[in-house]
């Protein structure tokens, strides 16, 4: 990101430029957006992303109290169009729950929802949610295989102690970030109490506690959050009680009971073992992969005959890779706490080793390509069907995709590339074309399905126009293609699917 | 085994002594045996294992059809008891599934239920179905640590070779063992085929396939096989039909409909995936076992929290170690196949190291308590509730129990064992009491939870014993003990639980 050079922040939405503000100062903003709410508890919203934005809608729109919201970011290239955004009248999320645009609309209407730069929100708020990132650090190779990684908390900690030189002396800061376990405790509390002390207050009132969403962004993204179980903990016997109560206001706790736990310390641990537990589900399933090719069976077929069982549900398929803000540095934050807020001598080397599994899946399915090709791919034609990293979403942070064409652009392919839900693909700065048809105009040499969106799945329209092509290597990195498809293409095409070593099948 | 020396088997049922038979010659009952079933078809069932006596209970109480079942086993002193069982009308199995004595009673009824030493029963069969065991032989360190292991296909190979030699040409034989991905198709069809050649036969009616139970022994022993989904696979189409055909008489595949793959390495590679899905999602959990102890969390708490989500329910506990006889092996067999039977250069890394990791538990369990009681074990004594592997059974079969009784030993402990469904411990070749009350009228040092059996689950009279013994160190390895009962305890003991930091939680 280019903070410093760039003066001004663009929507990706409505392309609109927004100048970078000199000042953050917006105090008169904000009181004349809390002088249409007195007496309602405030709530701040501390990062705009993919999950503090909509849980700020949820907020906005919680169950059995009015609270007046304000979600903050910074004045950022990459943040401030979001603040401008809601405040205008766009919502800085694009999705396919119809519920977003109904919270917001809503939100609109009770004109209960405003964002800003200015960390003075905070000396407003009754609550604040940290919802902003805290990332790992990896140093990849060339096929965006894992090296090694570093855990730095400076930012978090910056954006902590803007809470603590700002907020009342009485406040619930309610961590939702994903952080290493026992962040809350050692780091969040004590940096807290560190800036009360130096602003001369108290400590004794000050309210800490950690719970976790489980937002799936998609087209049940507000249920992820306001209909569904959520796991919380308070760092003292006042804090629990407070995060309950307020998540009881917000959550529809008589459906999806809350879960309260003994310490920060295992709420945290929670959420990055649910991600950790599928990362090396994947993971474990590669070297079935590669077994599975050699014995020319079809992986996909036996996966969903072991779905069978109740208490094998939850295995899992392979594929191109794993994408995604959670799974693909969930295990690493983890084992980072270990060693370094528990002072442990181990690692947790499987799941270190489930993440370095899985972030080399593109590059296998890069070379498993090339051994199939045989050919250079320099100057060869490739169309990628799916840039995202999941089915039928627009999310490409981690994507594996990134991984396959780092390797097919450096082996000099040309490469085109499509996807219903990505317009601009951000990470690779290129655009993303929508019209397949268009697309299929052209002859490829190589035609490769790297998302699993439902366009792509027995899409009778898709095999006629591929069966009308010239002849071309067909890879299905996913296993998206049915038995009936192959056998359909493979009249004039060579098929190939990852995972699969008999396609006779 | 004292195959050699001993001439006589033992039931363990009744302590009946059985000569062993001088000669395997048992045509004349065989003969006699079919002449009250006329016309109806005989299966013969190889092996009369946990596996194959149950297996030959449910075809002589199929759905659809009448059959001549007959068992058959080696008459060695480990088994030539069994089949004199079956026919004196003591079944060789002791389950809590009321339906064995049901289904037993019924084929004792019906004269339906033969069992045998003779290879000429297989002269006999329509069909033959093969539960023997193929066993991975496994070197261990002192606790039980895996060191190497290997696979030797003779014994297996022989079993074959046994119905190859005496089965009519056109017979169907289904592998039910838990092989090698690979066998039926490499080992078993061509062995058949060639001992058919021999005879001077033709192979051309020969009928070979797959299919794998998932039987479970306990309270839904009989369901767990006649009522619940299953895998099948033939070597060529003919023999896919009659697998399939015959499996219909004998499964309730209305309610749970047959799964065909395409391939019997398939249906192979699914059985073995199956349990190595199992054994790895144990041996992810062990290293966050140990940093829930370092980070004070009770890693029980936290994994019944993930298990709220539906794409999370198989999330495994840790605990003493992993016994049975699939989860501790099915790895190292898929393993080794993937490289004697597809001449890959790689072994399944990650599953292998599951198995490692799991087989280390029962030798980590014991540090921890060393670690912890510091003071010499010699001379101790040490109660451990519950020998078997698996709550609620009587199986010891591989149960981690006894790497950590081993450990004990070695130590100079002395030890008591309490387990309210083991009588003997054959493995160790010892008792096992059942009265707990007995036990406890004496005082020990150290008392251990080593299976989670319901007698030790949440029981006031057992708490109200333990509270009245001498000051002693409780040690629960499984997490069987709730936070009230710890604190309860704690007034006077010592306590302390596998994967729980804090224990006042």
Same mark, same amino acid.
């Given at each position: 990101?280019?903070?410093?050079?760039?003066?001004?922040?663009?929507?990706?939405?409505?392309? %609109?430029?927004?100048?970078?503000?000199?000042?953050?100062?917006?105090?008169?903003?904000?009181?004349?957006?809390?002088?249409?709410?007195?007496?309602? @508890?405030?709530?701040?919203?501390?990062?705009?992303?993919? /999950?503090?934005?909509?849980?700020?809608?949820?907020?906005? +729109?919680?169950?059995?109290?009015?609270?007046? /919201?304000?979600?903050?970011?910074?004045?950022?290239?990459?943040?401030?169009?979001?603040?401008?955004?809601?405040?205008?009248?766009?919502?800085?999320?694009?999705?396919?729950?119809?519920?977003?645009?109904?919270?917001?609309?809503?939100?609109?209407?009770?004109?209960? *929802?405003?964002?800003?730069?200015?960390?003075?929100?905070?000396? $407003?708020?009754?609550?604040? #949610?940290?919802? #902003?990132?805290?990332?790992?650090?990896?140093?990849?190779?060339?096929?965006?295989?894992?090296?090694?990684?570093? /855990?730095?908390?400076?930012?978090?900690? $910056?954006?902590?102690?803007?809470?603590?030189?700002?907020?009342?002396?009485?406040?619930?800061?309610?961590?939702? &970030?994903?952080?290493?376990?026992?962040?809350?405790?050692?780091?969040?509390?004590?940096? !807290?109490?560190?800036?009360?002390?130096?602003?001369?207050?108290?400590?004794?009132?000050?309210?800490?506690?950690?719970?976790?969403?489980?937002?799936?962004?998609?087209?049940?993204? #507000?249920?992820?959050?306001?209909?569904?179980?959520?796991?919380?903990?308070?760092?003292?016997?006042?804090?629990?009680?407070?995060?309950?109560?307020?998540?009881?206001?917000?959550?529809?706790?008589?459906?999806?009971?809350?879960?309260?736990?003994?310490?920060?310390?295992?709420?945290?641990?929670?959420?990055?073992?649910? +991600?950790?537990? =599928?990362?090396?589900?994947?993971?474990?399933?590669?070297?079935?992969?590669?077994?599975?090719?050699?014995?020319?069976?079809?992986?996909?077929?036996?996966? +969903?005959?072991?779905?069978? =069982?109740?208490?094998? @549900?939850?295995?899992?398929?392979?594929?191109?890779?794993?994408?995604?803000?959670?799974?693909? %540095?969930?295990?690493?934050?983890?084992?980072?706490?270990?060693?370094?807020?528990?002072?442990?001598?181990?690692?947790?080397?499987?799941?270190?080793?489930?993440? =370095?599994?899985?972030?080399?899946?593109?590059?296998?399915?890069?070379?498993?390509?090339?051994?199939?090709?045989?050919?250079?791919?320099?100057?060869? $034609?490739?169309? !990628?069907?799916?840039?995202?990293?999941?089915?039928?979403?627009?999310?490409?942070?981690? &994507?594996? /995709?990134?991984?396959?064409? +780092?390797?097919?652009?450096?082996?000099?392919?040309?490469?085109?590339?499509?996807?219903?839900?990505? !317009? *601009?693909?951000?990470? $690779?700065?290129?655009?993303?074309?929508?019209?397949?048809? %268009?697309?299929?105009?052209?002859?490829?040499?190589?035609?490769?399905? &790297?998302?699993?969106?439902?366009? *792509?799945?027995?899409?009778?329209?898709?095999?006629?126009?591929?069966?009308?092509? &010239?002849?071309?290597?067909?890879?299905?990195?996913?296993?998206?293609?049915?038995?009936?498809?192959?056998?359909?293409?493979?009249?004039?095409?060579?098929?190939?699917? !990852?995972?699969?070593?008999?396609?006779?099948?």
């Amino acid at each position: 990101m280019e903070t410093i050079l760039k003066t001004v922040s663009r929507s990706p939405i409505t392309n %609109k430029d927004y100048p970078i503000p000199a000042t953050v100062n917006d105090q008169a903003g904000i009181d004349q957006f809390l002088s249409v709410h007195p007496g309602k @508890k405030v709530v701040v919203v501390q990062g705009m992303g993919f /999950v503090g934005s909509v849980m700020g809608l949820v907020v906005a +729109n919680a169950i059995t109290e009015e609270y007046a /919201v304000i979600g903050i970011d910074l004045p950022t290239p990459a943040s401030w169009w979001k603040i401008c955004s809601i405040n205008e009248g766009v919502f800085p999320v694009l999705a396919s729950d119809p519920k977003i645009s109904e919270y917001y609309a809503k939100s609109r209407e009770k004109k209960n *929802y405003y964002a800003t730069c200015d960390p003075y929100a905070y000396s $407003k708020a009754d609550v604040v #949610i940290v919802d #902003i990132n805290l990332d790992v650090k990896k140093q990849t190779g060339p096929g965006h295989e894992l090296l090694d990684y570093t /855990v730095d908390l400076t930012p978090f900690k $910056k954006a902590v102690e803007s809470i603590g030189n700002n907020c009342r002396q009485d406040v619930l800061v309610l961590v939702e &970030t994903t952080v290493p376990p026992g962040t809350t405790e050692k780091v969040v509390k004590p940096l !807290l109490q560190e800036c009360l002390q130096k602003r001369g207050l108290p400590v004794d009132q000050l309210k800490v506690g950690h719970s976790y969403e489980r937002v799936m962004p998609g087209p049940k993204y #507000i249920d992820s959050i306001q209909n569904f179980y959520r796991v919380f903990a308070g760092t003292d016997a006042m804090s629990t009680e407070a995060v309950e109560k307020f998540l009881r206001t917000v959550i529809r706790t008589d459906e999806f009971p809350l879960t309260r736990l003994g310490h920060t310390n295992a709420t945290e641990m929670a959420k990055v073992l649910e +991600n950790s537990f =599928r990362a090396m589900n994947i993971a474990f399933m590669v070297e079935w992969s590669r077994f599975a090719e050699e014995a020319s069976v079809d992986i996909y077929e036996v996966v +969903n005959a072991i779905r069978m =069982r109740p208490t094998h @549900k939850n295995i899992m398929l392979p594929g191109l890779g794993v994408g995604g803000y959670c799974l693909t %540095k969930d295990p690493l934050l983890a084992s980072w706490a270990r060693m370094n807020l528990f002072n442990s001598n181990d690692p947790l080397l499987q799941s270190e080793k489930g993440v =370095r599994i899985n972030d080399k899946m593109p590059l296998y399915a890069f070379e498993y390509l090339q051994s199939q090709y045989k050919d250079s791919l320099s100057g060869k $034609k490739v169309l !990628l069907l799916g840039v995202s990293y999941l089915n039928d979403v627009g999310d490409t942070r981690y &994507t594996p /995709v990134e991984g396959f064409y +780092n390797q097919l652009q450096e082996a000099g392919a040309e490469i085109s590339l499509h996807d219903p839900h990505v !317009l *601009y693909w951000e990470e $690779k700065d290129t655009w993303v074309t929508q019209d397949l048809n %268009k697309l299929l105009e052209q002859d490829y040499d190589i035609i490769t399905i &790297t998302t699993g969106h439902k366009e *792509y799945r027995s899409n009778p329209a898709l095999m006629a126009k591929l069966q009308e092509k &010239t002849p071309a290597v067909i890879y299905d990195t996913i296993g998206v293609l049915t038995n009936e498809e192959i056998k359909t293409l493979s009249d004039k095409h060579m098929v190939r699917v !990852l995972g699969r070593g008999d396609l006779q099948g």
